[in-house]
């Protein structure tokens, strides 16, 4: 869990947090921890996300208005991004938590996608950030130079896991902008930066077929086990401060080691069992 007493790492700053919906959410738990160090920040979540979540308790919490957005319409963006500059003026960091498949909802496979649902995964998880970098630097420059921004990803965008569908291709799409941006607003010392963080116990994780496999998978082959939503949210506190100035372009890998280990003892011993007892040799 993240300390209860902040360092002031962020004191000073602002910006804003997209994707609260509820305390398993990591933007929920990212926006505690922006608060705990001194942030100051806005909460935007679509609209029936708003109807279905808690986010009035959040911003109670954390002192943050709460404006609505359909990042999937250019308008809403938009306007979000000129309320946050009449609020604020300028801000600091961006936290852009945002995915949806309709086709792993209807459990639609990839080999069967609904395209126009396909499309919808790829404009809201993933254009969304491009549309929001615009509207945030080429038409109303509301981000500080020396700004961060930090887009939520997952090892699906470089090695396919079936069940995550077409949530792979958005991933890659997305970590693909946050390098576009990110090499064209360097001149601004502003970064993007992705977090791949591990498989965490969220509302929108939970929600996918096969999800407890993954996670125990990637909680017995990560030397560190899987990180918790309250330990990414510690993670992009640092990507938002000071000491990461001079950090953008990159897809970070937060999972406790799985991305870099090929086995491991404990899952070597697992199998052999398994194996075992369906021969019947034990």
């Given at each position: 869990m993240s300390s209860s007493q902040g360092n002031g790492l962020l004191k000073g700053k602002k910006g804003i947090i997209f994707g609260a919906l509820d305390e398993r959410s990591i933007a929920w738990r990212v926006a505690l921890a922006c608060h705990r160090e001194g942030a100051e920040f806005v909460l935007s979540n679509a609209p029936?996300?708003?109807?279905?979540?808690?986010?009035?308790?959040?911003?109670?919490?954390?002192?943050?208005?709460?404006?609505?957005?359909?990042?999937?319409?250019?308008?809403?963006v938009d306007k979000l991004i000129q309320d946050v500059k009449e609020k604020f003026g300028k801000i600091d960091f961006i936290l852009h938590a945002i995915g949806m498949s309709p086709n792993i909802r209807k459990k639609k496979e990839y080999t069967d996608l609904d395209y126009r649902f396909f499309q919808q995964s790829l404009?809201?998880?993933?254009?969304?950030?491009?549309?929001?970098?615009?509207?945030?630097?080429?038409?109303?420059?509301?981000?500080?130079?020396?700004?961060?921004?930090?887009?939520?990803?997952?090892?699906?965008?470089?090695?396919?896991?079936?069940?995550?569908?077409?949530?792979?291709?958005?991933?890659?799409?997305?970590?693909?902008?946050?390098?576009?941006?990110?090499?064209?607003?360097?001149?601004?010392?502003i970064r993007v930066n992705t977090i791949s963080q591990g498989p965490t116990m969220t509302s929108a994780g939970s929600g996918i077929k096969g999800f407890d496999g993954m996670f125990l998978f990637a909680e017995k082959l990560s030397p560190l086990g899987n990180p918790s939503a309250d330990d990414c949210a510690d993670y992009c506190v640092a990507m938002f401060s000071d000491l990461t100035r001079m950090v953008t372009m990159q897809n970070l890998f937060h999972d406790g080691g799985f991305s870099s280990n090929g086995i491991s003892e404990e899952l070597i011993s697992d199998l052999a069992k398994m194996y075992s007892q369906d021969d019947g040799l034990s």
């Amino acid at each position: 869990m993240s300390s209860s007493q902040g360092n002031g790492l962020l004191k000073g700053k602002k910006g804003i947090i997209f994707g609260a919906l509820d305390e398993r959410s990591i933007a929920w738990r990212v926006a505690l921890a922006c608060h705990r160090e001194g942030a100051e920040f806005v909460l935007s979540n679509a609209p029936i996300a708003l109807r279905l979540g808690q986010l009035n308790g959040l911003s109670e919490a954390t002192n943050a208005p709460v404006i609505p957005c359909d990042v999937s319409s250019e308008e809403d963006v938009d306007k979000l991004i000129q309320d946050v500059k009449e609020k604020f003026g300028k801000i600091d960091f961006i936290l852009h938590a945002i995915g949806m498949s309709p086709n792993i909802r209807k459990k639609k496979e990839y080999t069967d996608l609904d395209y126009r649902f396909f499309q919808q995964s790829l404009d809201i998880s993933a254009i969304s950030l491009h549309k929001i970098l615009h509207y945030a630097t080429e038409v109303h420059d509301i981000v500080n130079d020396g700004g961060s921004v930090v887009a939520l990803s997952y090892i699906g965008a470089q090695r396919i896991f079936s069940k995550y569908s077409d949530m792979n291709d958005a991933k890659a799409l997305l970590e693909s902008i946050a390098r576009n941006y990110g090499s064209r607003l360097g001149a601004k010392k502003i970064r993007v930066n992705t977090i791949s963080q591990g498989p965490t116990m969220t509302s929108a994780g939970s929600g996918i077929k096969g999800f407890d496999g993954m996670f125990l998978f990637a909680e017995k082959l990560s030397p560190l086990g899987n990180p918790s939503a309250d330990d990414c949210a510690d993670y992009c506190v640092a990507m938002f401060s000071d000491l990461t100035r001079m950090v953008t372009m990159q897809n970070l890998f937060h999972d406790g080691g799985f991305s870099s280990n090929g086995i491991s003892e404990e899952l070597i011993s697992d199998l052999a069992k398994m194996y075992s007892q369906d021969d019947g040799l034990s």
